[in-house]
Structures are given as structure tokens and as C-alpha cells.
């Protein structure tokens, strides 16, 4: 795995752990960052040791947004030629990604920090920690795939008023409206989510894999293209040895053991 300056990747047990880490700048995105991340994201994907992923804030906050201090804002230069060549690739990037995807949103999660949560597949959060859509705040519009994700994630009304006008909003909240999976105490958020991580990266990888592109293509389509990417993925993952194994184990009542194949 190549060293980086702005985020750490470990690999443990099958789980590849990303932490955002300039912690100083309470994780603040910039360009450099984001093409960390990319890159570290497409290395896990291909890694045939890294079965899921584990994406957490270094410090007291998961990400404040994009740095308007640096090279990702404040004028220095053109946003929308930034979204266009570091931060939508990383998006892309994180939604091809055929591994399983938990996010621990151990504080702040602002503006593009928001939208980088929102993009994995099983979401925790600290008790402490808060969700703000801080874009207009500054004059800009919602990006990195909020304006895509957060309306099918909470609803439109839900969405529009976060959006506009910028409030807070807690992990509590978060929870009861459905947009993330838990609340966990701020200091057991790290075991929980390494745990969780854990138990997805014992689970049927191939099958995570094609739901994970097949809810993607939900989302996009419509009832009959659901129904055939169902059709399709079922049949490959019937002649998976994942599906013999699960078979198996699931009529001589043992858990069984998965190995992505």
C-alpha cells in the first residue's frame, strides 16, 4: 500500500480502515486529499486481502467540508473545475467500489464532509456528532452527490430544508429519519464500526458486490430494470461457492464460512 500525507489506510483482518486525517483542520477536504483517497479507495478495490471498508474522521470531527482556505475553495480556484476532476471522480470511485462501505462519523460532518458520509452503505455515528449542509452558507450549492442522495435518503421536504437553510442536524435525528444505520457512545464508536467492518468482511463479498450496484441502479431506474439486474445478479450468485456454502450451513444449522468466491 503507497504512503499518503493527508489520510491513513491500514489493512487488518480483512478490513481496510481510511482515516481522514489532517485533524487540525478538523478533516477539511482539499484537493490533495481527495486524490489520496481516490487512489486509496481504487488500491482496496482491486486488493484481494480487503474484503470491506472502514471510513473515519481522525480527532473530534469526521469532516468539516471542503478547506476555503485551500487549494478547494475561497476563490483560489474554479469549484466547479475542483468537483470535476478530484472530488466527483472520488464519488465515482466510492460507488464502483465492490466492497462493502462503513462510515463512522465520529463529529462534524459539514458540507462535503456531509456528502461523504452519506456515501456508505452502513452509516454509524457518535452521539455527539451532527450533519450540516453548510454550502450555502458560503454561497454555493450542495455537491459532491448530496442534491442525488440526500432527497432519496430523508425525503424532499426533509432534504430541501437542510439544504437551504444549513441547520444541524443531530446523530439522533439522523437516526429516526432513517439516514443512518446507528448511534453509538463517541468512545465506542470506533470498536462498534471496526466490528461491524468486521462482519461484513466475513460475509458474501461477491453477493455485497452486486447489490451494492444493483441498489445504485435502483435508484437510477426504474421497476422493470430493477428486476432485471435482480435476475441477472441471482443467477450469478447462484453458481457462486459462497451460495453452496450459505446452502449448506444454512440446513446442517451452522454459521457459515464465506470466502468471496
Known sequence: MADYTDIRLAVRDGVAELTLDRPAALNALTLDMAAELEDAVARVSTDLAVRAVLLTGAGRAFCSGADL???????????????????????????????????????????????????????????????????????????LGSTWLLPRQIGRGRAMALMMLGDRLSAERALDWGMIYGVEEDDALPAAARALAARLAAGPTRAYAMLRRAVRDGLEGGLADALARERADQREAGFTQDFAEGARAFLDRRAPVFTGA
Open 69 to 143: 482556505r485551500g487549494d478547494a475553495g475561497g476563490g483560489a480556484t474554479d469549484v466547479g473545475e475542483s468537483l470535476e476532476r478530484f472530488f466527483n471522480p472520488l464519488l465515482e470511485t466510492l460507488f464502483a467500489m465492490p466492497k462493502p462501505l462503513v462510515v463512522a462519523v465520529n463529529g462534524p460532518a459539514a458540507g462535503a464532509g456531509f456528502s461523504l458520509a452519506l456515501a456508505g452503505d452502513v452509516i454509524l455515528a457518535g452521539r455527539s456528532a451532527c450533519f450540516i449542509q453548510a454550502f450555502t452558507k458560503v454561497g454555493l450549492v450542495p455537491d
